[in-house]
């Protein structure tokens, strides 16, 4: 489990070592889908992300708030607020915190689809974001 002085300390190193922030982004992605393999997920697939992206559940579809290009800004179905851009090419503060990933994964797939998503569908979904040019 990573805590947030771990967290803090691994962002104060990428600092000093002159890393970007993305650097640090792609740190915490990489820990997550290090995760999803423990929990049985494997090979992630950009084009099963984006399919899971695009999907109807239950409920709605991720698209439905934010947007079928990751690039851009959605806007929440309820409440109407923008939602930034989900890609880290162009949001390099998405994927930064472990914590709020966890939460939002929880929040959304619930949201949509009426469960929780797998570890494959969140490592699919995340391959999509993170390689969305």
């Given at each position: 489990?990573?805590?947030?002085?771990?967290?803090k300390?691994?962002?104060?190193?990428?600092?000093?070592?002159?890393?970007?922030?993305?650097?640090?982004?792609?740190?915490?992605?990489?820990?997550e889908?290090?995760?999803?393999?423990?929990d049985?997920?494997?090979?992630?697939?950009?084009?099963?992300?984006?399919?899971?992206?695009?999907?109807?559940?239950?409920k709605?579809?991720?698209?439905?708030?934010?947007?079928?290009?990751?690039?851009?800004?959605?806007?929440?179905?309820?409440?109407?607020?923008?939602?930034?851009?989900m890609?880290?090419?162009?949001?390099?503060?998405?994927?930064?915190?472990?914590?709020?990933?966890?939460?939002?994964?929880?929040?959304?797939?619930?949201?949509?689809?009426?469960?929780?998503?797998?570890?494959?569908?969140?490592?699919?979904?995340?391959?999509?974001?993170?390689?969305?040019?």
């Amino acid at each position: 489990m990573v805590t947030r002085t771990m967290k803090k300390y691994a962002l104060l190193c990428c600092c000093l070592s002159g890393l970007s922030a993305t650097a640090w982004a792609s740190g915490a992605s990489d820990a997550e889908f290090a995760q999803f393999k423990t929990d049985g997920a494997a090979n992630f697939s950009a084009e099963q992300g984006k399919k899971n992206w695009n999907r109807d559940g239950e409920k709605r579809a991720c698209i439905t708030c934010h947007g079928t290009d990751p690039k851009k800004s959605g806007q929440h179905a309820t409440t109407q607020k923008v939602i930034e851009p989900m890609s880290s090419k162009v949001n390099p503060e998405r994927y930064t915190d472990i914590n709020k990933m966890d939460k939002w994964f929880k929040r959304n797939c619930e949201w949509a689809w009426s469960r929780e998503c797998t570890a494959q569908e969140k490592g699919d979904i995340l391959t999509y974001l993170t390689s969305t040019d």
